[in-house]
C-alpha cells in the first residue's frame, strides 16, 4: 500500500492510495482516525466492518468514521485497488452532518450523483479541471450527507448582505489573483467558514472561488498576450501559473487556441479564428 497526499488544508485532506494486495495476502485490522470519503476510481476490494461485509468496487466509497476497525482483504479480488480519499475535520462534519448514523454505514454503493463528483475530485487532483480540489472535497462531503441522510438539496437563500460579501471577495480575489490563493485565504478574508463561503460565493455569482481564480488569471494573461510581446513563460508566472504547461492546457481550455495563437489573432490573423468558428459550429 502506498499513500500519497495531495492535498493538506486545515478543514480537508486529500491522499491518493494504492494498495497492490492480492488473493494470497493476509488482511490485517486497521482503524479509521477521521471522518473520511474514499472514492474507488480503480480495482475493487471487500472490507469488513462493524459485523457487515461491503464489496468495493469502481465508483463506490469506503466511509470512514473515528475510531472504526475495519479490515480489507482481497480474496477474491485480484490486482489490487485504487482510491481517492478525503479526510474531513470536524468542524466541518458538524456543519455538513456528523450523525453516526450516516457515518457508520462502512461503504455506500455506486451512485450516479457521488460518482460523478469523484471523478471530478480525481480530475481536479491530477490538474485536470478549474475547480479547487478543497472545494469539490467538500462538495462532495455534503452531497454524501445529504443524499444518505435522505435530506433535499436545499439552494442557499442570500441576503442582500451577503450578496455584498461574495461581490466583495470576488473583487478582492481578481486583486490578488496573481498570488497563492486558496479556499481557506479567501473565506477567512470575507470572515466566513470555508464551507459556508464556498456554498456563498457559488450560489450568487455561479462560479466556485478557484474557478473564479482561475479565469480571472487567465482574463489577465489574455489582456497581456494582446497588448505586448512579453515572453508567454513571464505571461504565465506573472498572472499566477506556476509552471508554463499548466498556463498553455489552461488557456487553450479557455480560448479554444493557445496563447501563442490568441496573441497571433490579436494581431490580425483572421484565419486562427475562422478556424476556432469553424471548430465550434461543427461540434
Not at 125 to 142: P, T
Not at 197 to 216: A, C, D, E, I, K
Request: glycine share 10%; net charge neutral.
Amino acid at each position: 500500500m502506498t499513500a500519497t497526499t495531495i492535498l493538506q488544508r486545515g478543514a480537508v485532506s486529500v491522499s491518493d492510495y494504492r494498495c497492490t494486495a492480492g488473493p494470497s495476502d493476509k488482511p490485517f485490522a486497521e482503524q479509521h482516525r477521521c471522518h473520511s470519503i474514499s472514492y474507488v476510481r480503480k480495482g475493487s476490494f471487500g472490507c469488513h466492518s462493524r459485523g457487515q461485509f461491503h464489496e468495493l468496487v469502481p465508483g463506490s466509497f469506503l466511509i470512514g468514521h473515528p475510531g472504526e476497525e475495519y479490515t480489507c482483504h482481497h480474496g477474491h479480488h485480484g490486482g489490487g485497488d485504487e482510491c481517492l480519499a478525503i479526510f474531513l475535520a470536524p468542524e466541518l462534519v458538524e456543519t455538513i452532518g456528523d450523525d453516526p448514523g450516516i457515518w457508520q454505514r462502512g461503504s455506500v454503493a455506486p451512485l450516479a450523483d457521488l460518482m460523478v463528483l469523484g471523478e471530478l475530485a480525481q480530475s481536479a487532483a491530477e490538474g485536470r479541471s478549474d475547480i479547487g480540489l478543497d472545494e469539490v472535497a467538500q462538495i462532495l462531503a455534503w452531497r454524501f450527507v445529504e443524499m444518505v441522510s435522505g435530506r433535499s438539496p436545499r439552494r442557499l437563500q442570500a441576503g442582500a448582505r451577503d450578496r455584498l460579501r461574495a461581490v466583495r471577495a470576488a473583487l478582492w480575489i481578481d486583486a490578488h489573483s496573481a498570488n497563492a490563493i486558496d479556499l481557506e485565504t479567501a473565506a477567512r478574508q470575507a470572515g466566513l467558514s470555508p464551507f459556508y463561503f464556498l456554498r456563498l460565493f457559488s450560489n450568487v455569482l455561479g462560479v466556485t472561488p478557484h474557478q473564479y481564480l482561475m479565469r480571472s488569471r487567465l482574463r489577465h494573461a489574455a489582456r497581456l498576450l494582446a497588448e505586448g510581446d512579453r515572453a508567454v513563460t513571464d505571461i504565465a508566472l506573472d498572472v499566477g501559473f506556476g509552471d508554463l504547461s499548466n498556463f498553455v492546457r489552461s488557456f487553450h481550455r479557455a480560448a479554444g487556441v493557445s496563447p501563442r495563437g490568441f496573441r497571433q489573432a490579436s494581431r490580425g490573423d483572421r484565419k486562427i479564428l475562422q478556424d476556432q468558428l469553424a471548430a465550434s459550429r461543427a461540434q
